[in-house]
Structures are given as structure tokens and as C-alpha cells.
């Protein structure tokens, strides 16, 4: 198939391109900086330079390449997680603006599929694990509500495609290279230098994915029935059991500790909530039928 993918150098957009070329797929990847469009054509793309805020630049392409599928990972996420609050504002706007421009283009020009990244993290489970029928946590404090609202705002972008086959991928957190969360990462960074610590109880879940099992999934999404996948691992693991056995796999000392009270003083209502009511979510419909196969976490039972 002809595959445009939006977001190709990025932390997925790399394990993504080899997964395509290996399926045999022939694969334009959409980066802007130059850097990032030597390494997708070393990955064995087609480098397309643009910028996705630029809507005429997007549709020129759109109409040049005239792909079958386009492949949605636009991100402006920071290099820190604890970056966030202030590059989230240029985050949402690339994925509902520059990402809105490459919908309609993908709409206008007749593409068969589009397939979103979306979030498996911010998902309201209840009490349980979210399912693909389960809200985003709209409501809830900070960048984690923020970024909950957008990921909606996709999602209803997504079921609007019409005539264009929508898929919408909710991944779990990235690990792997190039991540946050690695034992060069920015989030192993921080433990080694005492800058993270453990709430409360740590009762929230988390639901990570490898960005290779991710990039697996997605190569399936390609032929897969239309609609909502929860691309997450077979681990949903609480943030007291994890946190603490990260620490001991990148050999970093035990994070320090704070009660909820504490905390809250310290370091507000969303590092509390991050770290006390998040859910993880359910994977079996992505098992079944995009045959993902996730590796166990690196860093459990080290
Ligand atoms: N599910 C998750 O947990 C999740 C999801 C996404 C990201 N993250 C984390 O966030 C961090 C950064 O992620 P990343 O490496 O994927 O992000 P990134 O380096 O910011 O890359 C995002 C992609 O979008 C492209 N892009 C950005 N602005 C663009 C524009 N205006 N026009 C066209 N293309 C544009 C980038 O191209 P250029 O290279 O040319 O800038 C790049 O290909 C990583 O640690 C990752 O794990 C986590």
C-alpha cells in the first residue's frame, strides 16, 4: 500500500517505518526539520518535507502523493516530561490544527484510511481497566485534563471520517528508545537526580506499550476493522510496584516519598491525581484482531 505518515521521526514514527518497509508497504514519512529527513529515508522512506500547520503545503502533498492510508503521529511533546504545562499549548495545536489540515487533505484527495494516535493513559476505567467504550478523564486537573479534552476532540474527528475509514490507536506511555521513559530517557534523568517521587499509596495504574509492539499494531491497523484500539500491554501495573522496581533497573536510589497531604503543598493537585487515580486499560480487542503481542515491561521482576 501507499503510506504517508505524519510524525515519521518521532519515538514511533522510526520503529514505524521499518515495520512498514519490512510489511512491504511503500512508505512517505512527513518530518520538518532536515536532521529528521536524512533519518527517514535512512530508514528507507520517501522524505517528505512540510509543515503541518502550513495548510496548502499539507494538501499539495496530500494531492501529490494521493496515499492510500495516512498514518497521524504529529507530536510537539518537550524532551521532560516535566516540560509539559508549557509545551502542551503547541502540542494541542499541532494535533487539532496541523493534524486537522492532513485530515481534511487525507478526506479531500480521497484516502482510504487514516489512523490517529491517540491516548491509552488518560482513560477513565472506573474501577477496572478502561475499555475501548471508556471516556477520557475530561474533568481532571491541570495538562492531564487538557490533554484528556484533545484527545476527545480526535476521537471525534476520527468517527467523523465519513466515507474515509477511521482508525484511532490509544497507546499506552511510551517506553523504549527514544522515550521518556528509557534508561537514557528524561524521566530516568530525573530519578537519578531525586527529582521524582512516590505519592501516597501510588494507586494509580499504569498501562505502558514498547514503541515497537506499538509500531506492530499499527502496521496491523492498516487492514484491521475500522475504529477504537486500546494499544497497551498485558501489565497494568500500579505505580507503587513500578516506579520503585524503575528505579532499581536504571540502578537509580529508591524515589523519596510524600504523603497525599504533603504532596499536594508541594507539588499540586495533578502530581497527586498522576500518581493516585489514574486507571490502565484493556487490551484484548487489540490481541485478538491487530494480533499484538507486547513484551513484558523491561523493568519488572529486576
Ligand atoms: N503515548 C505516549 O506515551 C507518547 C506519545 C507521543 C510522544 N510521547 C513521548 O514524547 C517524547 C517526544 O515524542 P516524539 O519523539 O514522538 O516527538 P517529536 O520528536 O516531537 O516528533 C514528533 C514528530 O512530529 C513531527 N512534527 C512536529 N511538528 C511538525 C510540523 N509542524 N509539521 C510536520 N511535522 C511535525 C516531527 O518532525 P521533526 O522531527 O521534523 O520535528 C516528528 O516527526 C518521547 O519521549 C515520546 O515517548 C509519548
Not at 146 to 172: H, N
Not at 199 to 205: A, E, F, L, N, R
Request: glycine share 10%; with cysteine; hydrophobic share 40%.
Amino acid at each position: 500500500m501507499k503510506v504517508l505518515v505524519a510524525g515519521a521521526s518521532g519515538a514511533l514514527g522510526r520503529p514505524l517505518i521499518r515495520r512498514l518497509r519490512d510489511a512491504g508497504h511503500e512508505v512517505w514519512g512527513l518530518a520538518h526539520r532536515p536532521d529528521s529527513l536524512k533519518t527517514i529515508e535512512r530508514l528507507g522512506a520517501h522524505p517528505l518535507k512540510g509543515d503541518a500547520l502550513n495548510r496548502d503545503n499539507i494538501f499539495e502533498i496530500v494531492e501529490r502523493i494521493r496515499p492510500e492510508v495516512v498514518i497521524d503521529q504529529l507530536t510537539s511533546l518537550p524532551a521532560s516530561p516535566f516540560d509539559l504545562p508549557k509545551s502542551l499549548p503547541a502540542d494541542c495545536r499541532l494535533r487539532l490544527e496541523g493534524g486537522g489540515n492532513l485530515f481534511e487533505a487525507a478526506r479531500t484527495f480521497k484516502v482510504q484510511r487514516y489512523v490517529q494516535q491517540l491516548s491509552g493513559f488518560y482513560l477513565d476505567g472506573e474501577d477496572g481497566l478502561a475499555t475501548e467504550a471508556s471516556p477520557l478523564r475530561i474533568n481532571a486537573p491541570g495538562t492531564i485534563g487538557e490533554s484528556a479534552r484533545m484527545y476527545t476532540a480526535l476521537e471525534k474527528r476520527g468517527s467523523s471520517a465519513q466515507e474515509m475509514e477511521g482508525v484511532g490507536l490509544r497507546y499506552g506511555f511510551f517506553y523504549g528508545p527514544g522515550t521518556w521513559y528509557w534508561p537514557d530517557g528524561a524521566f530516568s534523568r530525573h530519578l537519578f537526580k531525586g527529582e521524582v517521587s512516590l505519592i501516597g499509596k501510588g494507586s494509580s495504574t499504569f498501562s505502558f506499550i514498547h514503541v515497537d509492539d506499538a509500531a506492530q499494531a499499527t502496521v496491523a491497523a492498516l487492514t484491521a476493522p475500522a475504529g477504537l484500539y486500546n494499544v497497551v500491554d498485558s501489565q497494568p501495573t500500579k505505580m507503587s510496584e513500578w516506579l520503585p522496581a524503575y528505579a532499581r533497573w536504571i540502578g537509580s536510589d529508591a524515589p523519596p516519598r510524600f504523603d497525599e497531604q504533603e504532596a499536594f503543598h508541594l507539588l499540586g493537585k495533578e502530581s497527586v491525581y498522576f500518581q493516585t487515580r489514574l486507571t490502565g486499560a484493556c487490551n484484548r480487542k487489540a490481541l485478538q484482531i491487530l494480533g499484538l503481542s507486547p513484551q513484558r515491561l523491561a523493568w519488572l521482576g529486576v
